[in-house]
């Protein structure tokens, strides 16, 4: 099973909506990221938690709020988004950090 | 800072011609993935190669690891237009490091 699920696949929000993204697997991955990804561009990191704890926050504005409940688990809260935060959110696991990465299918945001 | 280049960017070919996309860095690279995505959906693993100089293929599909483990080649025969997507190379370092993208249409 080289499975990553996420949910849901499309989401339409409006900028004081707060909702969530989910993202699961059961590989026994160590290491899950959220990455977010414009049309025809590659994908932007935005946060890596490695055994359950955040490790990388690239940056990312408060409005996105990671949470990494279990090991096979890995949410990100949305929270006052604008336009400009529309796109794909994609979520990938690895068995530990920085190797090979299996990712899911993704959600597509739209924020209006 | 991007450390993977990727060219060419964009790649309009017809159905049964061979192409080659490129994926050059400076940097070293523990290992180097190359993933196709459709749009809409997430990327998917082609091929992970580790080993400087190493070879593999995937049916149509033949992906090369530079020897100083710094660059990467995907060469495609005969293309087809289920090929057709967004390739990625991504690197293995301190992080995952994504190539530029080269988007390939096969024209039928």
């Known amino acids: 099973d080289t499975e990553v699920t996420q949910t849901p696949k499309h989401l339409v929000m409006g900028m004081t909506n707060k909702k969530s993204l989910k993202c699961e697997q059961h590989?026994?991955?160590?290491?899950m990221y959220w990455y977010k990804q414009k049309a025809k561009k590659p994908p932007e990191l935005m946060f890596v938690y490695s055994y359950e704890k955040l490790s990388i926050n690239e940056s990312v504005p408060s409005r996105f709020s990671p949470e990494c409940p279990n090991s096979s688990l890995l949410n990100l809260h949305l929270h006052a988004l604008q336009p400009e935060d529309s796109a794909l959110y994609l979520c990938?696991?690895?068995?530990?950090?920085?190797?090979?990465?299996?990712f899911g299918q993704g959600t597509r945001l739209t924020v209006v | 800072t991007q450390l993977l280049e990727q060219s060419p960017q964009f790649l309009s070919i017809q159905e049964g011609e061979n192409l080659t996309v490129y994926c050059n860095s400076s940097s070293v690279f523990s290992s180097l993935q190359w993933y196709r995505q459709e749009p809409g959906e997430g990327p998917v693993l082609l091929v992970t190669?580790?080993?400087?100089?190493e070879v593999k293929k995937l049916k149509r599909l033949t992906f090369q690891f530079g020897d100083a483990r710094k660059d990467s080649s995907l060469h495609i025969t005969a293309a087809q237009p289920g090929d057709t997507g967004l390739y990625l190379c991504a690197g293995a370092g301190n992080q995952f490091y994504f190539g530029t993208g080269t988007s390939l249409t096969v024209i039928p």
């Open positions: 990938a696991s690895s068995l530990e950090g920085y190797t090979e990465a299996f």
């Open positions: 190669v580790v080993t400087g100089g």
């Open positions: 590989m026994g991955h160590r290491a």
